[in-house]
């Protein structure tokens, strides 16, 4: 439905109506519509468009009084993030690398550390082997955003991944006085830009049609995470967030998923 539809319909006028037919209690009628019946962003749009186009109507002298003079549009929304996977497209993912080869065993456990702990990619990049803690199930992020440093807990599929990456793959790629976890087969660390083409490669090799990069599946966790009743405290404290105000973002997804579901399955919808 375009803008035109939209205001015929609110407004009770028909398309043969003048412009002069439109009344202050029309155009409150018509904002207060399109908050009630539409999504945030086209609300938003649509009173833009409606009161940028009867200021102009006033002004070229089409009509003597703008009817829209004293209302403002809603506010305008916050930008929700990136795309999500589903629980069966990250399946996809985590079997994309070939494990039967040293670096596809390597990239699988990086998939699966980023998946359990939704690192940023540069707190990925920097992890040392002294970080894991496996007998705790944990992995220390140190020099997080901010400078800070935080522990987050790494789950029982990335740890069996990072182990077999640890036992068969990292001492015949690292000299033994290297620290970095990751290594690539001449001996150094892996570079944040190769994590991140090498996420992006396996996203298509699953067949993935959204982007697939580290923070895909950072985000990818978070939501995960909120969708099985992980607090939003929890969540804000894996993610290493100051406050909850990014988190926030992840927060209205998720109750725009409730509220989706509960339309299609609430009785009384």
């Known amino acids: 439905m375009n803008l035109a539809s939209a205001f015929y319909r609110l407004s009770g006028l028909g398309p043969r109506a003048a412009v002069s037919d439109v009344t202050p209690s029309t155009a409150e009628r018509v904002m207060g519509g399109l908050r009630r019946r539409y ?11 409606l009161l940028a186009l009867f200021r102009a109507f006033a002004a070229g002298g089409l009509i003597l009084e703008n009817p ?16 999500t996977l589903t629980a069966e497209e990250i399946l996809r993912l985590l079997k994309a690398p070939r494990v039967d080869l040293p670096s596809g065993l390597r990239n699988r456990a990086i998939l699966e550390v980023f998946y359990s702990t939704a690192i940023r990619l540069s707190e990925c990049a920097h992890l ?28 029982e599929e ?19 006085e290297e620290r970095a976890l990751w290594v ?31 923070h895909t599946l950072r985000r990818t966790c978070a939501t995960h995470l909120l969708e099985g009743g992980a607090s ?6 894996i993610l290493g967030h100051a406050d909850a105000k990014t988190l926030s973002r992840y927060l209205r997804l998720d109750l725009r998923r409730l509220k989706e579901t509960h339309e299609k399955k609430h009785p009384r919808s």
């Open 39 to 49: 999504r945030e962003g086209t609300a938003w749009t649509y009173s833009i468009r």
């Open 68 to 83: 829209f003079g004293r209302l403002s549009p809603p506010p305008k929304p916050r930008p929700l993030m990136g795309p």
């Open 128 to 155: 040392e082997t002294g970080d894991l803690d496996f007998s705790k199930g944990t992995l220390l992020i140190r020099h997080g955003k901010g400078g800070k440093d935080r522990v987050v807990p790494l789950g």
């Open 158 to 176: 990335a740890i069996r991944w990072v182990k077999r990456y640890l036992k068969r793959v990292r001492p015949r790629f690292a000299p033994k």
């Open 184 to 214: 690539g087969q001449e001996g150094r660390p892996v570079a944040p830009c190769w994590i991140q083409v090498m996420v992006r490669r396996l996203g298509r090799r699953a067949r993935i049609a959204k982007p697939v990069t580290p």
């Open 232 to 237: 939003a405290w929890a969540v804000k404290e």
